[in-house]
């Protein structure tokens, strides 16, 4: 049996998981909101005192939302430490692994299917080429995947906590903005869910009905339903500049890997948005770099649909620590 985890700031998922040739095969999953527990001990408790399963867990990889530094998490955006050695001598694990949350998700990229994935740009894609992956939700991450004799090895990053370039009139007066409330502008102030709440703010003079929702945590869902109606002509551009944005540092990163093998966007924003970026302005961005046009336009872009790579990735890679 194999072990899965997917830690994030706002919501974890477990899985059990059974080996099989093609990808680990689901057996129970179960979701948790992250901050009704004290730690990923009691979340595991609570998961494993039910299970009816057989067998003991041969391996066990959790993906977690910030920096793995030997063997040892701190979380970002939950007051969390986890350490490898402690979960593995608790619940009797031998072979377990910690990853970056994007990291783990990048693990997944290999084992999904051509309908789990959205194609943005079929691209020339080189059978040698590395590629990427970016994915916003609650913060926005990015992962290389290293193409080492056919085969794609991830490697982490925290991307998401670099500096946000504006590349525009409308853009520089966003940040201006924005950095007189928080200084510094990461680029997960911008591509993140709090990020399009930070667009719909810079772009209303009045709040519309979509930023009025009792729980805050709705507000971006709202914004994005507002802009793909075209309820409201202020969402609509919210949303067109995170697009816009969103190309931009998938074009970057692009760039910075060399993803002759392609740009994978994942994250928990990008499938609903999907007609907003089908409509032309994430590519835009991310081929508008002179004099690397043609480059980024033979990469190929896909979005990831299935609603679950971070803990497919991370059940792929503890199949691999047997």
């Known amino acids: 049996m194999l072990l899965a985890a997917d830690v994030g700031g706002t919501t974890t998922r477990l899985g059990l998981f059974r080996r099989e040739p093609d990808r680990p095969l689901p057996i129970r999953t179960a979701r948790f909101a992250s901050l009704d527990h004290d730690g990923m001990a009691a979340m595991l408790d609570e998961f494993l005192a039910p299970s009816n399963e057989t067998g003991p867990i041969e ?66 894609p080189l059978g040698s080429g590395s590629a990427a992956l970016i994915a916003a939700g609650t913060g926005l991450g990015e992962a290389l995947l290293h193409n080492q004799d056919g085969h794609f090895v991830p490697a982490a990053s925290e991307a998401g906590h670099a500096d946000f370039a504006a590349r525009t009139p409308r853009e520089l007066d966003f940040v201006r903005d924005l950095s007189e409330s928080l200084g510094r502008v990461r680029l997960e102030d911008v591509l993140s869910g709090s990020g399009l709440v930070n667009l719909y703010c810079f772009v209303h003079d009045e709040p519309c009905v979509a930023g009025t929702a009792e729980n805050p945590d709705d507000v971006p869902a709202q914004i994005t339903t507002s802009a ?15 697009v816009s944005a969103y190309g931009a540092e998938a074009g970057n990163l692009a760039l910075r890997s060399t993803a002759t093998g392609g740009i994978y966007v994942g994250g928990g924003i990008a499938p609903q948005i999907l007609p907003a970026l089908e409509s032309g302005g994430f590519l835009e961005a991310f081929r508008n770099k002179p004099p690397m046009t043609d480059l980024l336009a033979a990469v190929p872009v896909a979005v990831i649909l299935h609603p679950q790579p971070g803990l497919l990735g991370a059940a792929v890679h503890a199949a691999e620590l047997l």
């Open 59 to 124: 391996s066990a990889c959790f993906g977690v939302a910030g920096p793995v530094l030997e063997g040892t998490a701190r979380l970002t955006n939950v007051p969390w430490t986890i350490e490898a050695a402690e979960i593995g001598s608790r619940f009797g694990i031998a072979r377990i692994a910690l990853l970056n949350d994007l990291e783990a998700m990048a693990y997944s990229v290999s084992a999904l299917g051509q309908d789990e994935l959205a194609t943005l740009q079929e691209g020339e």
């Open 228 to 242: 793909l109606a075209g309820d409201c002509r202020a969402c609509v551009e919210a949303l067109e500049m995170f």
